[in-house]
């Protein structure tokens, strides 16, 4: 059997435990779509769009916590993996990206689809590399295992298509051995970085003078298995903990110590806990914009203990009072056990206050309300899915005025909820939950996607057939791109391109093969949204909301 440049690029990707493809055929691509086809360890999953291949790819590596390939042809397959690929970095996911070429001998030359792929995506990926005839092994190991090391990311591998199709002199057996190893270290346990010992015993004795103390959880949480010391620290001490919106379940929001999340979207009494704690201690975060509302929300009178494993993060908008280069796990755990024989206090009443107002505030925010307009109250939407589906369901959310309610459901683990929250992009729903389905087969995945959003990419609804993949697609339509008519109408008082008109997407869906559904009263919303959660497969509800709630 012939090894060619696209056997030992598939084949260092299944040694390296990618069982995950998701792409678009292209010329450049079709020998190593081949070589998959000739594994059984891995999957070649054909998308629609290359957006949604990268979309899918991220939402498959966040549930499995595994390296996961997108791949496109050269030229506009390439580009259209940016948006995907870009996400993807902005939140720390390793999905490796493979594009392919025109031949090495052509480039340079201005030739048809040639474009500078290699310098666009070096600018949001942690490793971009073009393969080399005498180096395609060491590089695309390089790039799977920089994808999983220290904090995740995307990484990207050019692959021309002479390199691919020529032959190759395969790699020895012991160097697929030792990928084997490098990998499986990398995904099951990150390397530890555990803080000072004399950064642990300043953070426990600055909390001890304490009267507010908060945590605040990042998304390093999900990569480094901060679910129990994280839970551990706060039930020890009674101490509040919120977390980013891509961190959501590293502690559970049914917790009693759980005060939802941070950000510029967050529940009023989240903020204000924030603001007005007296010690904050933030793990696992970069403290971004997001996070902090513009870097307004921590007090600037405020101990401030920061521990992350960027260095580039500490000390980069806050002044911390303690810096530590650590994973959140390690920094949980040693200030568990210092605290336990130093600290003999615990904060159980502000915590019993602060989660009272939040669950308050969570709830009267879901309350359905009287309206003025015709369609569907969201909140009823919420409602009723909370009442009919799984009790362990999960879900993801695009970017725009639809999460609005949606985001306020309950997250009660790491994989509760899927969102590329540092990048925010419309369109994103829909290929989280596609991926994040299938890296969760036995577990309940909803979408909810504003019309604008879903309609970019409502193509691969035919992949969600094709692929038997049993997402529910919830669409909170009100025939507009609301956030921004919403700003429109403040600042303008008219609307300019943010109106237009929408298909039936209940008829979109039938068309596909999948099961549909619409509404557009509340009072029929209980007994659709029991129908549509229970098909056995994918299916889409359409519901034609009140575009005057929150407008």
């Given at each position: 059997m012939t090894h060619t440049g696209a056997t030992t690029v598939v084949e260092t990707l299944v040694r390296a435990g990618v069982d995950r493809m998701f792409g678009l055929v292209g010329t450049t691509v079709l020998?190593?779509?081949?070589e998959v086809d000739q594994h059984e360890e891995i999957e070649y999953i054909t998308t629609r769009h290359e957006q949604v291949a990268a979309g899918m790819a991220t939402g498959y590596a966040l549930a499995t916590r595994k390296p996961t390939v997108s791949i496109s042809h050269v030229g506009p397959g390439a580009a259209n993996q940016v948006i995907g690929v870009a996400a993807a970095y902005r939140d720390n996911v390793p999905v490796v990206s493979i594009t392919g070429n025109e031949a090495s001998t052509r480039l340079g030359n201005d030739v048809n689809h040639e474009w500078d792929v290699m310098d666009v995506f070096d600018s949001f990926t942690k490793y971009s590399t073009q393969?080399?005839?005498?180096?395609?092994?060491?590089?695309?190991?390089?790039?799977?295992?920089?994808?999983?090391t220290g904090i995740p990311g995307p990484t990207h591998i050019d692959v021309p298509r002479d390199i691919a199709e020529s032959h190759r002199e395969p790699p020895p057996n012991r160097e697929y051995d030792r990928l084997e190893v490098a990998s499986g270290q990398g995904v099951a346990s990150r390397t530890p970085s555990c803080p000072p010992a004399e950064s642990v015993a300043r953070a426990v004795k600055l909390l001890a003078e304490a009267e507010r103390p908060i945590i605040i959880a990042g998304n390093e949480c999900r990569w480094f298995e901060t679910e129990g010391p994280l839970q551990a620290f706060a039930e020890a001490f009674d101490i509040p903990v919120v977390t980013t919106q891509s961190s959501r379940g590293a502690l559970s929001e049914a917790h009693p110590r759980s005060l939802g999340y941070v950000a510029n979207s967050g529940l009023e009494p989240t903020n204000a806990a924030v603001k007005d704690a007296d010690y904050v201690l933030a793990v696992g975060t970069r403290l971004s914009d997001q996070t902090t509302a513009d870097w307004s929300i921590?007090?600037?009178?405020?101990?401030?203990?920061?521990?992350?494993?960027?260095?580039?993060?500490?000390?980069?908008?806050?002044?911390?009072?303690?810096s530590m280069l650590s994973d959140p796990a390690s920094t949980l755990t040693a200030l568990l056990d210092h605290a336990r024989d130093e600290l003999d206090r615990r904060w159980t009443d502000v915590a019993d206050e602060l989660r009272a107002a939040y669950e308050t505030a969570r709830t009267q925010k879901l309350e359905p309300k009287d309206h003025a307009g015709p369609g569907v109250d969201p909140r009823v939407v919420v409602q009723s899915v909370v009442k009919h589906a799984d009790d362990d369901f999960a879900f993801t959310t695009g970017g725009g005025t639809h999460n609005t309610y949606p985001r306020l459901l309950p997250v009660r683990d790491?994989?509760?909820?899927?969102?590329?929250?540092?990048?925010?992009g419309m369109s994103q729903g829909l290929?989280?939950?596609l991926g994040a389905q299938l890296g969760m087969p036995d577990r309940q995945v909803i979408t909810f996607e504003g019309d604008g959003g879903f309609a970019m990419v409502l193509q691969d609804l035919e992949t969600a057939v094709r692929e038997d993949i049993p997402v529910?697609?919830?669409?909170?339509?009100?025939?507009?791109?609301?956030?921004?008519?919403?700003?429109?109408?403040?600042?303008?008082?008219?609307?300019?391109?943010?109106?237009?008109?929408?298909?039936?997407?209940?008829?979109?869906?039938?068309?596909?093969?999948m099961r549909g559904f619409t509404v557009n009263e509340d009072e029929n919303v209980d007994e659709v949204v029991r129908d549509f959660l229970a098909v056995d497969g994918p299916a889409l509800?359409?519901?034609?909301?009140?575009?005057?709630?929150?407008a």
């Open positions: 020998e190593i779509v081949d393969v080399e005839p005498h180096d395609v092994f060491r590089r695309t190991r390089h790039a799977v295992l920089q994808s999983i921590i007090d600037d009178e405020a101990t401030l203990v920061h521990a992350t494993i960027r260095a580039s993060e500490l000390d980069r908008f806050y002044s911390a009072d303690v790491m994989n509760g909820k899927f969102v590329t929250a540092n990048f925010t290929p989280l939950a529910k697609i919830i669409i909170l339509n009100n025939d507009a791109f609301m956030s921004h008519a919403i700003r429109q109408q403040d600042r303008y008082g008219r609307y300019t391109g943010t109106k237009y008109g929408n298909p039936p997407f209940d008829h979109v869906a039938e068309e596909f093969g509800l359409d519901v034609h909301v009140d575009p005057t709630i929150d």
